[in-house]
């Protein structure tokens, strides 16, 4: 893979990653379920850290990420169809985005989050990552840390599905690995001009993925 692709690469995957979670995010809100094995993969994502590869921290391999097909579908789907649909998923998407950067402007809180994400880790010797309790503990972590950090991100759906405790706990500790997913994406150079000058291949490379 040539240096110019792998770049193309890294951040289709990165996006790909803040896509999923808000995709997940949208689906407990608007229909009280999620698709299992995606969130799984976009709640793992907090927890990996020290990852070598982006494809790692979404459990996949080189040119394979699998688990990430719902991100890479609905981030194909968007860029075929030139924003216009979706607007819900885009909000939640570039607001997931801007949260990210108001936390990297606040190292103080970024060092607190990462603290109690570490103490969170040996739990998950002994339970899943989707283990209520986990869900619970990564949701606290986001409302205390991240919600108030300025402009908090307002989800819409049914408000039944809303006002249920253990649902509003999913979607906040998606929200969090939203904001792992757009760390990923700064970090390998993203940024929000690319996705309009670099569309073509971006949505070129999320088709090959898929």
Request: glycine share 4%.
């Amino acid at each position: 893979m040539n240096r110019v692709k792998n770049r193309i690469y890294q951040k289709t995957i990165a996006l790909a990653g803040i896509i999923q979670a808000a995709a997940l995010v949208k689906e407990l809100a608007n229909n009280n379920r999620t698709s299992e094995n995606y969130f799984e993969t976009s709640i793992a994502s907090i927890f990996k850290i020290n990852s070598t590869s982006v494809e790692d921290v979404f459990n996949g391999r080189t040119d394979d990420v699998p688990e990430l097909a719902l991100g890479l579908k609905e981030l194909h789907q968007l860029l075929e169809q030139k924003f216009a649909p979706g607007k819900e998923l885009i909000r939640y998407s570039l607001e997931i985005i801007a949260l990210q950067r108001r936390l990297e402007r606040n190292p103080k809180i970024a060092s607190i989050i990462s603290e109690r994400i570490e103490k969170l880790t040996p739990q998950l010797a002994s339970c899943s990552v989707t283990d209520q309790s986990v869900i619970t503990a990564l949701a606290t972590i986001y409302k205390e840390n991240l919600s108030n950090l300025g402009r908090s991100i307002q989800v819409t759906g049914n408000r039944l599905y809303l006002e249920n405790p253990y649902n509003v706990h999913k979607i906040r500790a998606l929200l969090l690995a939203g904001v792992r997913a757009a760390m990923l994406w700064q970090q390998v150079g993203g940024k929000r001009w690319y996705i309009v000058f670099q569309r073509d291949a971006i949505r070129s490379t999320a088709r090959e993925l898929l």
